[in-house]
């Protein structure tokens, strides 16, 4: 089956960086969209980030566009988001997704449109 695996997540002083990995095995990720959601205690999962498979289109959820930076490597089977400038309230549990539709769909912000999910990766950002 397919299989997601984040990395890449810790503690981190606000204005750092962190670069996220999500490792995918068991598909075919070149025929994925990837994206990336993430979660802070108490709320609802969020999206943040869309590449779609050839990585020739990417989309940004307002709260961190121009900040966070999503990425692929179709020959490693990896997404990446690189994140700069990190706030406080970037704090939270950060997800990957993959959908099998490989392009992006117009609810491509929507949790339902992906397949598969793996595990999240905590990020806390501190003050």
């Known amino acids: 089956q397919v299989q997601l695996v984040e990395s890449g997540g810790g503690l981190v002083q606000a204005g750092g960086s962190l670069r996220l990995s999500c490792a995918v095995s068991?598909?075919?990720?070149?025929?994925?969209?990837m994206g990336w959601f993430r979660q802070a205690p108490g709320k609802e999962r969020n999206f943040i980030a869309i590449i779609s498979w050839s990585g020739g289109r990417t989309i940004y959820a307002d709260s961190v566009k121009g900040r966070f930076t999503i990425s692929r490597d179709n020959a490693k089977n990896t997404v990446y988001l690189q994140m700069n400038s990190l706030k406080p309230e970037d704090t939270a549990v950060y997800f990957c997704?993959?959908?099998?539709?490989?392009?992006?769909?117009?609810?491509?912000?929507?949790?339902?449109?992906?397949?598969?999910w793996g595990q999240g990766t905590q990020v806390t950002v501190s003050s």
């Open positions: 068991g598909g075919t990720f070149s025929r994925y969209a």
């Open positions: 997704a993959a959908d099998r539709t490989a392009y992006i769909s117009s609810y491509y912000n929507t949790e339902y449109q992906y397949d598969y």
